[in-house]
């Protein structure tokens, strides 16, 4: 395969029904044959632009028709940089500023503010249009010139921009390639054992690569995907009805969202039987949650996913179909296939049995770097140091191990890694010890490097601080214990479903 429109494509020509439900959202549904259709008119609009291979943003809210204006860019011989109605109007400029795009295609509740970003002082190129993606699908089809687009096509070509956060206070835009992405897609559809008859279950917001769990495999098999809305995270037992009543059996999300579910006590009211393959990651998941889903759903599969978005979604697997001590960590287990993990230690060599090192990643699944940042490119993507050719691996910033069978452990961010009173300190050992309680669902601990104090949030049923304090230094020493501990209803979290850390150390410093 060359290109990813092929999963499409393959999946039209060979479906027994065209217009079987393809992604289902709030607002509607869109079937294969109508997003083929919407897909080809969007692209013809674009390529009639004689715009080729640059950037289009796509700033509309998380929908069916986003996913198809994602593929019009695509048959066009763009590349999509995905932004939705949820992003604050800076950070939009910021990317906007990056990316300088020459086309916005935007939808009804998007339109006014994306105008508003390219008006006067506004940081987008002079030059810079914008369609409403009604008027692009609505568009006649022009075969003759997507096929020509097509020619010339190549699998290293960029696929999309996705933006993460960046030390610098900026965002970081990562691009992937078409090869990249089919290379992840080919190991996790096997991973997951996905079919035409899996039924998605969407977390994440379509503006990150998390989405890439759902969207593909749903081209590739001819499967299906519900958006799930947002605010039934925020009520779980009407989170595991919305599952139950679609059928879905497949659900890929951060693990601090199944822990959020399990720690409310909605699965000793309701079950999500439905559910055959739970796969989880981004995050350390708590144990006792965990083990509570498994025990409620001891016939689905347990998938533990992990990788960067600079290594294109996910890079490594582990089956975790038993339980765990409280005391044990869930392994991030082994490599994709053509991929490798490379445990580098300080000295640049690789660490020895047993000893922990920096995860970093080569193979094909590797990303083309940073958009327009060629200096962040070459500190991050760099020359193997075990290698006497050229070979590129991305160091992920992650410390990892391995155990006694070969299986990788990730044990921390380097940078959640601090040194506090001469005693190296790893933040997520005090997150687990504190989420042991029985009384604590969740707790995410940050350090205040002004200060020097660490501070731990929690979610707790009645459960007061002097009580997680005692809990605490019942089983941490003296040089762990958080300085300062404050109960949350509810733990923010980042667009991506993640504890939202920044945001945690800007209250403390608001106290």
């Known amino acids: 395969m060359i290109n990813v429109l092929e999963y499409l494509e393959n999946t039209i020509n060979n479906i027994a029904d065209p217009e079987k439900k393809a992604f289902v959202g709030d607002d509607g549904a869109l079937s294969f044959k109508q997003l083929h259709t919407a897909a080809l008119s969007c692209g013809s609009y674009i390529a009639e632009q004689n715009i080729k291979r640059k950037p289009i943003v796509v700033h509309m809210k998380k929908s069916p028709e986003m996913i198809a204006a994602f593929l019009g860019v ?14 604050p109007a800076f950070r939009i400029q910021m990317i906007l500023e990056t990316v300088n795009p020459e086309l916005i295609i935007c ?29 692009a699908k609505a568009h006649k089809i022009d075969e003759q010139k997507l096929q020509k687009v097509r020619k010339t096509a190549i699998d290293t070509d960029p696929l999309y921009v996705v933006f993460t956060s960046g030390s610098t206070g900026r965002p970081k835009g990562v691009v ?33 690569d998390a989405c890439l769990k759902e969207i593909y495999p749903t081209l590739k098999h001819g499967a299906t995907t519900h958006i799930i809305p947002q605010q039934l995270f925020m009520f779980p037992i009407k989170l595991i009805e919305y599952i139950t009543e679609n059928k879905i059996n497949t659900v890929c999300w951060v693990a601090s969202a199944f822990s959020l579910v399990s720690g409310l006590g909605a699965l000793e009211k309701s079950l999500p039987y439905t559910l055959k393959t739970i796969a989880f990651g981004s995050e350390v998941f708590p144990i006792k949650h965990y083990n509570n889903w498994r025990t409620k759903l001891p016939e689905a599969r347990f998938v533990h996913l992990y990788g960067p978005t600079e290594a294109t979604g996910m890079s490594t697997y582990y089956i975790a179909n038993s339980p765990y001590a409280e005391d044990e960590s869930i392994p991030i287990g082994y490599p994709f296939k053509n991929t490798e993990i490379v445990l580098l230690g300080e000295d640049g060599k690789t660490a020895s049995d047993g000893n922990s090192g920096e995860i970093c990643i ?25 290698s006497e050719f050229p070979d590129i691996i991305y160091k992920t910033g992650d410390l990892g191990r391995k155990g006694k069978n070969g299986e990788l452990y990730y044990i921390s961010r380097k940078d959640h890694q601090i040194k506090h009173m001469g005693y190296r300190i790893e933040l997520a050992e005090i997150e687990l010890m504190a989420a042991r309680h029985e009384k604590i669902s969740l707790a995410c601990a940050v350090f205040d490097d002004t200060e020097s104090r660490i501070i731990l949030y929690y979610m707790g049923k009645e459960f007061k601080k002097s009580e997680v304090k005692a809990h605490l230094k019942k089983n941490l020493p003296r040089y762990m214990l958080p300085h300062a501990i404050y109960e949350l209803e509810e733990i923010p979290r980042t667009p991506g479903g993640k504890l939202d850390r920044v945001k945690l150390l800007e209250m403390h410093r608001e106290h």
């Open 107 to 135: 939808d009804e509740t998007t339109a006014r503010p994306t105008q508003a970003s390219i008006g006067d002082g506004a940081p987008a190129a002079p030059q810079t249009t914008t369609i409403d993606f009604n008027q």
């Open 74 to 87: 695509v048959y066009s011989g763009n590349y999509y940089v995905p932004l939705d109605n949820e992003i």
């Open 176 to 208: 992937a390639s078409h090869r990249s992405v089919i290379d992840y897609i080919e190991n996790l559809t096997e991973v997951l054992k996905t079919d035409e008859n899996t039924v998605f279950g969407n977390q994440s917001p379509l503006y990150l």
């Open 362 to 386: 080569r193979g094909a699944g590797l990303s083309l770097g940073y958009f327009a940042d060629e200096e962040k490119t070459r500190a991050a993507f760099i020359q193997n140091p075990l």
